[in-house]
C-alpha cells in the first residue's frame, strides 16, 4: 500500500509539470539562495537543485511573521515541530517522527555554518536574521551523526553585504518587551564588521497558585560581533562571537483533566526557573584554488546554567531538582569542494570533522516532607501486612476461620503496641561527567550523467566516544516501633564509578535528481542513512538508590553502609545506557516552478524505518526523572507539500504548507524488564500527525512623499492529534493559531501592528505523566492565549 503510495506522488510530481502555463502576471519568486549570499562550503547545488526536501524561509518573511526563535519558525514549516513550553532550555524537536526531549538530538543546528553542539543550547533568541533553512531528512553524509531528522541553518546579516544602523523597539501585551540594535560597516572592499545586541523580556501567562508568581516571566538579553577580513580575493576570514543570558521562570505545568481536557494553572511547591550564560565563537575560513574550494570552521561553545525544578508539579513538596551544567566543547572542520566540474561532469566534496564535549552535571534531588510521609507509610504497610499476614497464616494451621483470624491478629498486634515505621529520606547529592568525542570523514560525489540527470553519491564514516563519571550516594534514616520494640537504623549508598562505550558507523546516501525544464524544476529521490548515538542516562540516578534503599530497609536491622561489586556496577552501566537509534530514508519528491515563476511548489513523500528508536519516558519505579529508552522498531511515513507565490505585480505574497506524518512503533521492547511490550501500530508520542500553515499579505503602495506603503497580512498554523504517551491514552486534538498584522513602511521607520492567537485557541503544547507521588498524575502546559503588540524599526 505504502509503495503504491510514493509510485502514485511521482506520476503526479512527473504530470505537474505539463499543467503548469505561463499564466501568471510579472511577478516572479526566485529561490532565496539566487538573491541572498551566504556561505555553502559542502554544497555545489543551490538548495532546491538537491534531492532533499526543504524550506527556506527569507528575512522579509520572518519579519512579517514575526519570528524570533526556533519554536516559532517550526510553526511555519512542514513536518517539523519545536513545541512552545518548559523554558530555553526545553529544546525537543521532532522531524517526520524522529525527535528527542533529552540527551542526544535528532536535528543538527548550524549558525552561520558553527554547528551548535550542545543541545541545551538550541533554544535561543534569534534577530537580524537574513535566512533560515531548513532540511528534513537524514543528512548524515555531510553533517554527521544527530543530524538524523535533519539540519536547521540560521544565517544572520552579512556586513559585507549590508550597510547601515537597525533599531527595534517593541512593546505588547502581558508587558512584552523587546529591543534590537545592530550597526553594519563596510570600512572598505576587504573589511567589514558589525556590532548588535538585544534585550527581551514578558510577564508571563500563568501565574502559580501557590507562590503567587507568575510562572513564565521573562528576561534575556545579548551581543553578537562579527568581522570578516579578506586580503585578497582568494581568501575570506570571518570571525564570529555571540553571547546570550536568560533569566526566567518556567515549567508552568498545571493539573489535566484526562476526562474533561481541562488544565489548571501551575500550583508547585516553590517557583521553578532557568538561567542560562551561553557563549559561543567561531572562525571561518575560506579559500579559492584553482580547482577547489577550501573551507575550515573552529568553533569554541561554553555554557553554564541553572536549573530548578519541582518534580511533582504540586503544592506538596514531594521532589525538588536542582541542576548545574558547565560544558565546553569545540569543533573541528575542514571541508574541500571543487569549484568546476572535472571533465565536465563530476562534482565533488569531501571533508573531516572533529568535535569534543565536557559536560559536568551537579543535579541534587531534594526529597521534602511529603515525599518522607508518603515513603513511611508505604514501609509502615509492608511491614504490617507482612507481620500480619503470617499471623493469620499460623491462626489458620491452628482451625481458626480466616475471618476469626485476621480479626484476632489485628488485635494482637495493636494491643502489642501496633506498627509505626517513619522514614527520612535524605536529599541525592549526583555529581556527573559525561566527555563526549566525536570524528568523522564524509565525501559525497554529484555526477551530471545527462543534461537532465544528475546522480549524488555519498559515504560518511562517524565514530563516537562516550563516557560517564559518576558519584552519588543516597542514606535514609529509620525510627521502627513495632510491636513493642523500638529500632533506630541509618542506612547509606554511594555509587563511585566510570564506564564509557564506543560506537561507529556508516553512513550513505544515493540521490537521483531529473531536470524538468530550464527553469530549474525537477524531480528526485533520495536513499540515505540516519544515526542518532547512544549514551548514558544521568537523571534516573535517584531512582536507582530509592529503589535499592527502599527494599534494604524493609529488612533493616540496624545500620548499614550498602556495598556494591563489579558485578553490581555492570548491572548499572547496562541500566543506564541506551543504544545508538539507526534508520534508513526512502524518499521522492519534486522542486517545481509554474505559472511562469510565480508559484514555486515543493513537494515529497517518504518512507522512514526507525531500529532502535530513542524514547525519553519518566525513570524507572518512581519517576524521579527523564531517561532514555530504545523501542524495538518503528515506521514512519508521510507527505509533505508547501507553496509560494508572488501574484497581483508583486502586490500579493503568500505561502501554505502541509506536512502528513504517519509515525507507529512495530515493536516496542520495555528496556527494563526486556518484555516485548504491547505497543504495536500505536501511534510515536509528541509527534503531530498533521502540520499546517498558511499565510498572506497584500502590499498597497500610497504615493506619499511620507509614507511609501501599507502591508495588511494575516497567517494561521496549525497542528494534531498529538498523543503524548507509548500507549496512546491521552492526546492534544488537532487545533489552529490565528494570527494577523498591518505594516506601515515611512522609509526609514516602519510602524507594526500585531496579534497572536486572535481566536484565543485553548491547546496545551506538552503533557507528562509523574508517579512520584504513588499514582499517575497528567501535567500540561497550556499554549500562549491572545496577545498582541506594536513595534518600530528605524534603520539609519
Known sequence: MLRSSLVAASLLMAAIPSVAEELGDTSKVHDLDEVTVVSQPKEVFRLRLQPVSST??????????????????????????????????TSSVYVRGIGSRVNAPAVGIYVDGMPVLSKSAFNFHCYELERVDVLRGPQGTLYGQNSEGGIVRVYNRNPMHYQGTDLTLSLGSRMYRNAEFAHYSKLSDRLAFSLAGFYGGQSGFFRNRTTGDRADSRNE??????????????????YIADYQYTRQNGFPYGLLDLATGETASPATTCQPGYRRNMFSTALNVGFKANHFDFHSVTSYQYLYDYMLMDQDYLPEDYLRLDQHQLQNAMSQEFTFKSNAPVGGFWHWTAGTFFSAQWLKTNSPVHFGSAMNTFLSKTVTDYAYNGILNAMVRRLTAKGVPPTAALEQAKAIIARAGGCNIDMQMQGVPGLFRTPTYDLGF??????????????????????????????????????????????????????RHKTHDDFNQLLPKLGLSWGVDKRGSNLYATMSKGYRSGGYNIQMFSDILQTELSAAARTARGNADLQHTETDYEK????????????WNYETGAHLNLFGNTVQLDVSAFLMQVRNQQLSVMAGNY??????????????????????????????????SYGLTHAVFKEYTDSISGQVMDY???KVPYVPMHTVAAYADYRFVIASTGLRSITIGGNMNAQGKTYWDEANTYAQKFYAVVGAHADADFGFMKLRLWGRNLTKTDYNTFAVQSGATGKR???AQPGNPFQCGVDLKFHF
Open 623 to 656: 519517576g524521579f526523572g527523564r531517561m532514555m529508552v530504545n523501542a524495538g522498531r518503528s515506521r514512519s511515513c508521510g507527505v509533505e507539500l508547501a507553496l509560494r507565490g508572488n501574484s497581483l505585480r508583486g502586490h500579493l505574497d503568500w505561502g501554505a
Open 572 to 583: 548499572i552501566a547496562k541500566t543506564i545506557a541506551y543504544r545508538p537509534e539507526t534508520s
Open 777 to 779: 498524575l497528567t501535567f
Open 56 to 89: 527556506m524561509l527569507s528575512r522579509q518573511t520572518i519579519n512579517l511573521l514575526g519570528l524570533h526563535d526556533l519554536r516559532e519558525i517550526s510553526s511555519f514549516v512542514p513536518s517539523f515541530v519545536m513545541p512552545d513550553y518548559g523554558s530555553r532550555l
Open 680 to 682: 504495536r501500530n500505536k
Open 442 to 495: 564524509f565525501h559525497e560525489s554529484n555526477f551530471t550523467v545527462t543534461d537532465r540527470l544528475t546522480a549524488t553519491l555519498g559515504l560518511r564514516y562517524d565514530y563516537s566516544h562516550v563516557g560517564i563519571d559518576y558519584n552519588t550516594s543516597g542514606a535514609l534514616t529509620l525510627a521502627e516501633n513495632v510491636m513493642g520494640q523500638h529500632l533506630d537504623a541509618h542506612i547509606t549508598t554511594a555509587l
Open 221 to 238: 538579553a545579548g551581543g553578537r560581533l562579527r568581522l570578516i577580513f579578506q586580503p585578497t580575493s582568494r581568501l575570506t576570514l570571518d
